[in-house]
């Protein structure tokens, strides 16, 4: 007997390279580690006025019909929101790109997701393994994406590039 997946309403669809995909929507503790890495990005926003932090489901047009992708966080500096359209999008490159990895989505955020942002020039790029407590943070340097930092080398504690003066040490993710 054959499994079917029932499709949601709270099912993704991105576009990469220009084939559609349809992700499921992500389970509870993927949700939790977003929340709680959403909730430090917007206290330190809101007492800095740096620029604003939003989560998916949100379309990022990076080229129409070719890449639209939903990241899971997606930070726009103050000077950078006119990419912001309040009627349903974001059209342009962010300044910050988060992903959850999710076991089914490995290779589409660590290499497929990687190539396209590192082609588009997103500055910044997070991969977070909540099951494996590592965030690791890739940054643009000559149009290539290299390892900033990571949880695993830094004794749990990451920084940014993008968020000057800030830090997060991976405990605060999972109390």
């Known amino acids: 007997m054959a499994v079917t997946t029932r499709k949601s309403e709270f099912d993704l669809t991105q576009i990469l390279n ?10 509870g503790f993927h949700q939790q580690i977003l929340g709680k890495l959403f909730f430090q990005f917007q206290l330190y926003l809101q007492k800095e006025n740096l620029g604003e932090i939003f989560t998916s489901p949100l379309d990022v047009i990076l080229e129409s019909d070719v890449n639209v992708v939903q990241p899971d966080l997606i930070y726009i500096k103050k000077e950078n929101l006119s990419i912001f359209h309040p009627n349903g999008h974001i059209n342009g490159i962010p300044d910050l790109l988060v992903e959850i990895i999710s076991p089914g989505s490995i290779t589409r955020d660590t290499v497929d997701k990687f190539a396209i942002y590192e082609k588009y020039g997103v500055p910044e790029y997070w991969l977070v393994f909540p099951e494996q407590k590592v965030i690791e943070v890739f940054t643009l340097k000559a149009g290539k994406y290299s390892l900033f ?17 800030w830090e997060l040490m991976i405990e605060q993710l999972y109390q």
């Open 18 to 27: 220009g084939v559609s995909f349809v992700t499921p929507s992500p389970l």
């Open 149 to 165: 930092c990571s949880t695993e080398n830094t004794n749990g504690k990451i920084t940014s590039t993008v968020f000057h003066d």
